[in-house]
C-alpha cells in the first residue's frame, strides 16, 4: 500500500512514518507539510492514500483535499487531526473524504489505513457520534426515490442518521426489531452501502 503523508508538524509526519512503514506492505512514498505541496504530490504519485492533517498554513487540509478530489474523483483520502469541531466534519463529508480520525487514536491509523484501502470509510467513534448533530432534517425525498427507496425505507433511513438503534427504530415506528433490521439490509443493498454508518454519511450528503 503506498501511501503520502500531509503534517505540518514534521515530527508527527515522522513518526508517522515510523508506525506505518514498520508493518509489512506499506511504504511511504512521500511526507508534505502543506496543502499546497500535498495536490503537488499526489499528482505525482497518485498514492492508494492521503493522509492528511486539516490545519495546515495557507492552505488548510481541506482545501487540499477538495482539489484534489475534483480532479481525481476516486482520491482516497483519510484526515488524521486534533480537532473534532463540527464545520470540519462536515466539510469533510461533502468533499467526500475516506475517514476522519483523531491523533490520539493513532494506534488505530493501520486498521484504519486497511479499511479506507478495502473501500470502506473510517470515522472515529466521536466523530460518528457527532453527526447526527451537525445534521439537518431537511432531506430531499426524490433524490432518495431515484433509488428506489419507499417512504417507510426514507422514514428509517432519517432514524438510522440520527443514532437510532433498531430497537429503538421499532418502538418510534411500531414495528419489530427483526423487521428494521431487514429492512436496513434492503436499503442498504438498494443503496450499495455496507453499514449504518455508511448509510449515515450518505443520508448527509444527500441533504437539499
Known amino acids: 500500500m503506498?501511501?503520502?503523508i500531509v503534517d505540518d508538524d514534521?515530527?508527527?509526519?515522522?513518526?508517522?512514518k515510523t508506525i506505518i512503514e514498520a508493518t509489512e506492505g506499506f511504504e511511504v512514498l512521500a511526507i508534505a507539510n502543506s496543502g499546497e505541496e500535498a495536490i503537488k504530490l499526489?499528482?505525482?504519485?497518485?498514492?492508494d492514500i492521503l493522509l492528511m492533517d486539516?490545519?495546515?498554513?495557507?492552505?488548510?487540509?481541506?482545501?487540499?483535499?477538495?482539489?484534489i478530489l475534483a480532479t481525481y474523483a476516486k482520491a482516497k483520502i483519510l484526515f488524521l487531526t486534533t480537532f473534532a469541531d463540527d464545520e470540519y466534519i462536515i466539510?469533510?463529508?461533502k468533499i467526500g473524504a475516506k475517514g476522519y480520525?483523531?491523533?490520539q487514536h493513532y494506534n488505530s491509523i493501520i486498521q484504519a489505513l486497511n479499511a479506507v484501502y478495502s473501500g470502506q470509510s473510517v470515522f472515529g467513534e466521536e466523530i460518528i457520534s457527532k453527526i447526527p448533530a451537525v445534521m439537518s432534517n431537511q432531506t430531499d425525498k426524490n433524490d432518495y426515490q431515484s433509488y428506489g427507496i419507499l417512504d417507510k425505507e426514507f422514514e428509517i433511513i432519517t432514524l438510522v442518521s440520527k443514532g437510532l438503534s433498531n430497537k429503538e427504530i421499532g418502538k418510534e415506528l411500531y414495528l419489530s426489531e427483526g423487521t428494521i433490521r431487514n429492512y436496513i439490509s434492503v436499503i442498504l443493498d438498494k443503496l450499495d452501502l455496507r453499514d449504518r454508518t455508511q448509510l449515515a454519511i450518505f443520508y448527509f450528503n444527500h441533504l437539499a
Open 2 to 4: 503506498k501511501i503520502i
Open 101 to 103: 480520525i483523531l491523533k
Open 10 to 16: 514534521i515530527l508527527v509526519s515522522s513518526s508517522l
Open 91 to 93: 466539510t469533510a463529508l
Open 54 to 67: 486539516i490545519r495546515m498554513g495557507e492552505m488548510s487540509g481541506l482545501e487540499a483535499a477538495e482539489k
Open 42 to 47: 499526489y499528482k505525482e504519485h497518485q498514492p
